[in-house]
């Protein structure tokens, strides 16, 4: 099962895609962490990187595919796997398919977390709070000035990504604003087919 989970910063990604995985046993691959990852253990691609990061620089859309394609090689993700906030653009979109194209393998479903925008700042803070609550380290993006300024981001960059997969028959949207459980329902039954 190759997933892809999108929607926007504080829509429950990361909450489902934990029990995607704890569920379907495939892993959540996160490009930050690939990317990481990839330059610790110097791969080719991950040399590349290291030079473009210590220079300051973004990693180009060719190095992150490259870091996908060879992470998607790993034991793990032979049968399947979830990307989390990847592609974030539609030339990302599009060279993603090219390279699963070339391993032979495709996506199987692409799920949006639909959200009420308006409410998620109150959302990133209520997180932030009960984190606090429970003596847990806050997220430095659950700062509300920073997440609306990774909202505007999402929007100016990201949400395009949803109408490139929807055009294809391959997006399902569900309801994020539902409670925790009822969007895992969702996505199980989205998952299903059924």
Partial sequence: MRLIFLGPPGAGKGTQAIRI???HRIPQL?????L????????PVGVK????????????????????????????AKT????????????????LDVMLASKGLK????????VDQSK???????RAEEAKAAGLPVRKDDDPEVFKTRLQAYNRDTAVVAPYYEQR???TAIDGMQPIDAVTSAIEKALSGS
């Fill in 21 to 23: 995985v704890e569920k």
């Fill in 107 to 114: 996506l199987d479903k692409v799920l949006e977390l639909k």
């Fill in 169 to 171: 028959g391959q997006l």
């Fill in 120 to 126: 998620l700042v109150d959302r990133i803070v209520r």
């Fill in 80 to 95: 399947g796997f979830i990307l989390d906030g990847f592609p974030r653009t539609l030339a990302q979109a599009e060279a």
């Fill in 36 to 43: 990481r990852a990839a330059v610790a253990a110097g791969s």
């Fill in 30 to 34: 996160s490009t930050g962490d690939m």
């Fill in 49 to 76: 990187a290291k030079a473009v990061m210590d220079s300051g620089g973004l990693v180009s859309d060719e190095i992150v595919i490259g870091i996908v394609a060879d992470r998607i090689e790993e034991p793990d």
